[in-house]
């Protein structure tokens, strides 16, 4: 049976993300005749506002590291979706068998899933962390919302400015907060406490989002991360009054660790 048939938990993280450097999320050329080269992606009220797509991408790359780094056996692995998939035509693990069920199927291709894709979805399965966009929560306290920078080309072979290659490109300021909101649907305890570590690393300042960011753009702190959680035992509250109770970052931490830890002993058993 499908990871979404059922309502077994929902999850609610949100934060705060501050930029301490400029922000560089590319949209595609102006068409403005005074345009810059490489605009920020911007809303219909021309707001800039992150993509979930480029949060989920850095927070899947850093979970995707960890995974490959830790040996804690095949239930906390990440394939390499570009070489060596978990799940592929080629390895004859993916396309539904003849008479073979729905559910049956659907089990099939969890079992063969790793715990990236389990968690943030392949071809085959949806994602259980759902990224909304990040809104610019406080243009209204900065003195100016963008910044046009200059660049030029690199000569890879003389290691000097190229010719004829200057561009520019626009940023959001330093200091520009953006609403960062996950949504995790039927996700166990230790799984959110994985997650929840990747953005301790991101409040710590070590991670970056974006473009630009080996030349200093892009950096930033996860602030005021609150985590909300329901249970499919409080489902009727949570839909008639929108209940959930706060869940905090040490329980999932614990959950996590616990369960590193059994795995640890049932390895060296």
């Not at 392949?122 to 909304?132: M, N």
Request: glycine share 10%; charged share 25%; aromatic share 8%.
């Amino acid at each position: 049976m499908s990871r979404f048939a059922r309502f077994e938990s929902r999850t609610l993280v949100r934060a705060t993300l501050e930029m301490d450097t400029a922000l560089s999320v590319g949209s595609r050329l102006s068409f403005k005749p005074t345009g810059t080269d490489l605009p920020v992606v911007k809303g219909p009220d021309g707001v800039p506002f992150i993509p979930g797509s480029s949060i989920k991408g850095v927070v899947r790359f850093q979970a995707e590291r960890i995974l490959r780094s830790a040996d804690l056996g095949p239930d906390f692995r990440a394939c390499d979706p570009f070489d060596d998939p978990c799940l592929s035509p080629n390895k004859g693990n993916s396309e539904k068998e003849p008479g073979e069920t729905e559910a049956k199927y659907s089990e099939r291709l969890w079992e063969n899933s790793c715990t990236a894709c389990r968690l943030f979805g392949s071809p085959w399965i949806g994602s259980r962390l759902l990224f909304k966009d990040a809104s610019l929560r406080n243009a209204g306290d900065l003195a100016v919302v963008t910044q046009i920078r200059d660049g030029v080309g690199i000569d890879r072979d003389l290691g000097a400015a190229a010719t004829n290659i200057k561009y520019d490109f626009e940023t959001v300021v330093p200091g520009a907060q953006f609403d960062v909101e996950v949504i995790g649907e039927n996700v166990e305890l230790w799984e959110l406490g994985f997650v929840t570590s990747i953005f301790r690393l991101w409040s710590e300042g070590h991670l970056a989002i974006g473009g630009k960011s080996t030349r200093g753009t892009g950096w930033g702190r996860l602030r005021d991360l609150v985590v909300q959680r329901v249970e499919k035992d409080e489902m009727i509250d949570y839909l008639v009054g929108g209940t959930m109770h706060p869940v905090s970052l040490d329980d999932l931490t614990g959950a996590f660790r616990s369960w590193i830890q059994s795995k640890q002993g049932a390895s060296s058993a």
